[in-house]
């Protein structure tokens, strides 16, 4: 360099050398210091700007090399605090504490099984490994298989508008209603299939019946039906008290009373001994010491005649039993509207059973 | 427009096409000033925008004098030429 050059930028050249020096020794620990590094150098009142500020002092011939000289150090001042910017968020990144691969795992809410889907899984479980299927049916239903073909004659007061849900009544067609209870289900398999039938029908009815606690407008029942050649009442006899065993404890009794069905004959009701106090009597047992679980009997030969079987040939059993009874005894509700109302702070409670 | 800021506004547009960190703004309108004391020429880009940085340009194109690019951001606001006579109102007119 011309040394007259020099001499007159000496200066200004001196400034940049010093500046220089004082970039380099600058101490950027954190990002603190980091932001005081570039309010010192590279904000538009900085240093380096103040030096571009005096270039306009200094003659013109002396500019280029003083502006190229000033250029470099803004570049170098501006690439030090990026590099230590960068260095820095590294660091930061990596004091993120790793996480706890010993902690345990959050337990996330799965849902319960509704208790009244508990007992009937059961109940369908013991069945099956007895050798019956499941069978289903609508539940919007016509009045032939609900009532006539069940041997329910036409002034049998279930047919009253007081006890059935009718979605239609006096149709040329026939009367539809919601199903009063899983029967339906035997006329359709015994018109859809030959014996031996030997089926379950799980599934919701529906009742006209005033709601409380004791009674509610849909229930769940199961219903059996077994059609053969020499079936008896032992067998069905031998079944239930399979069932029983299984269901309510070994050491369960059973007792069977004459009723009457329309569509079995003869007709009976079981009761079992109270599996809360043993048969000694308690206040859910009404102090009976037996609870009533069901109503059977042998199919009505009328029945097997409207589904083109022949009872001569043929004989079977059917019974069929109410699920919330058994529900609530089990889990203690003293309300069977709980079971219906899909309240989450009951339903809850029955995730781990 | 008086005659003589006609011309120094023909004479920016000149500079700035020759000088390539600028030729983007070609089209571009623009604000100037002219210090008479430190005979400075101050071009505006984005009058809105302060500068937070400068850059001393080598080659200057049809400029009298040295060029400085003003940036914010890293985005060219505006320009200054250095010891120039670009800009200044001619007494003739």
């Known amino acids: ?353 | 427009m008086p005659d003589d800021e006609f011309y120094i506004r023909e004479k920016i547009r000149s500079v700035i096409r020759s000088i390539p960190a600028l030729t983007q703004f070609q089209f571009h309108d623009f604000e100037f000033l002219y210090d008479s004391d430190e005979q400075i020429l101050h071009v505006v880009f984005n009058p809105e925008q302060d500068a937070d940085d400068s850059v001393f340009l080598e080659e200057f194109g049809e400029a009298d004098g040295n060029v400085l690019v003003h940036t914010a951001n890293g985005i060219v606001v505006g320009f200054s030429i250095l010891d120039t006579q670009i800009g200044r109102p001619n007494p003739k007119l």
């Open chain 1, 1 to 353: 360099m011309d040394e007259t050059l020099k001499a007159d930028t000496s200066e200004i050249q001196s400034k940049i050398d010093h500046l220089e020096a004082e970039i380099a020794a600058f101490e950027i620990q954190d990002k603190n210091t980091l932001e005081a590094y570039r309010l010192k150098f590279l904000v538009r009142k900085g240093k380096i700007a103040e030096l571009f500020e005096q270039l306009k002092t200094i003659p013109p011939e002396q500019r280029p090399y003083i502006g190229k000289r000033l250029n470099e150090l803004k570049t170098a001042a501006e690439s030090r605090f990026e590099q230590v910017r960068a260095t820095l968020e590294a660091r930061e990144a990596q004091a993120v504490p790793a996480p706890d691969l010993t902690l345990p795992g959050r337990r996330r809410f799965m849902g319960a099984e509704h208790p009244v889907q508990k007992v009937l899984s059961e109940m369908k479980e013991i069945f099956f490994r007895m050798g019956f299927t499941e069978a289903v049916g609508p539940e919007i239903e016509r009045d032939d298989y609900n009532f006539t073909l069940l041997n329910f004659p036409d002034d049998h007061p279930a047919r009253d508008m007081q006890d059935t849900f009718f979605l239609r009544k006096g149709a040329p067609e026939g009367d539809v209603v919601l199903r009063t209870h899983t029967s339906p289900v035997q006329i359709r398999t015994m018109l859809s299939q030959k014996p031996p039938i030997r089926i379950i029908a799980p599934g919701k009815v529906y009742r006209n019946e005033a709601i409380s606690a004791r009674s509610y407008c849909v229930f769940h029942q199961l219903e059996g039906l077994y059609v053969d050649k020499g079936v008896t009442f032992a067998d069905f006899k031998a079944t239930i008290y399979s069932f029983a065993q299984q269901m309510f404890g070994s050491d369960v009794k059973l007792r069977f009373r004459p009723s009457f069905f329309p569509f079995t004959e003869p007709s009976a009701e079981v009761d079992i001994t109270c599996y809360l106090c043993g048969g000694k009597g308690c206040r859910v047992c009404k102090h009976t010491g037996w609870l009533e679980i069901m109503g059977c009997g042998m199919v009505h030969p009328n029945v097997l005649r409207n589904c083109n079987i022949d009872p001569d040939i043929y004989s079977g059993y059917a019974w069929g039993m109410g699920i919330e009874r058994t529900t609530l005894l089990r889990y203690k509700i003293d309300d069977i509207r709980l079971l219906f109302e899909n309240d989450v702070r009951m339903l809850s409670q029955f995730e781990s059973i």
